[in-house]
């Protein structure tokens, strides 16, 4: 079965924002690629922007990845504001969706604590302190 492994732009603080996730999810980073390590005579890289991220990835669980670039800013800013997609991550236990809701709201704005829903299963969202939207559950089979 096909996996979806969530990808997400940034305005220059990708690694702010993934160094902070590392520090919820744990793991470590299997690549970090900076624009200047792909720099070259085809490929010219503002001195300002030599040294952030190109791409980066951070294993979730099993089977799953977190990856993310930051956008140069000759192609324009990513609205952070706007309704960009949710990642949704179900989790093994309650236990582990709290931590996860907690760790990762941290400085954020929630939009639904977490707790037990109407539907059955144990689910929160928020928005994280870097503006991206996050939905956490657990559904017990």
């Known amino acids: ?8 732009n940034f305005n220059g603080n990708a690694e702010e924002a993934f ?4 520090s919820v999810f744990g793991g470590e980073f299997t690549k970090v690629i900076r624009f200047k390590d792909l720099a070259g ?5 503002a001195k300002n ?19 993310a670039n930051d956008v140069p800013a000759a192609m324009g800013r990513t609205n952070e504001n706007e309704n960009r997609s949710k990642i949704v991550i179900s989790a ?3 236990q582990e969706a709290d931590k996860l809701f907690n ?3 941290a400085g954020g704005q929630i939009e639904g604590p977490i707790g ?3 539907w059955g299963s144990y689910f929160g969202c928020f928005r994280d302190k870097y ?11």
């Open 116 to 118: 037990d829903s109407g």
């Open 41 to 45: 005579p085809e490929f010219n890289v």
């Open 103 to 105: 760790g990762l709201s």
């Open 92 to 94: 093994e236990s309650k």
């Open 19 to 22: 160094t902070f996730y590392k």
């Open 1 to 8: 079965m096909a996996l979806i492994n969530p990808h997400i």
């Open 49 to 67: 922007e030599e040294d952030k991220i190109m791409h980066i990835v951070l294993p979730i669980g099993k089977n799953s990845m977190l990856m």
């Open 131 to 141: 503006g991206i939207e996050w939905i956490v559950e657990f559904a017990q089979n």
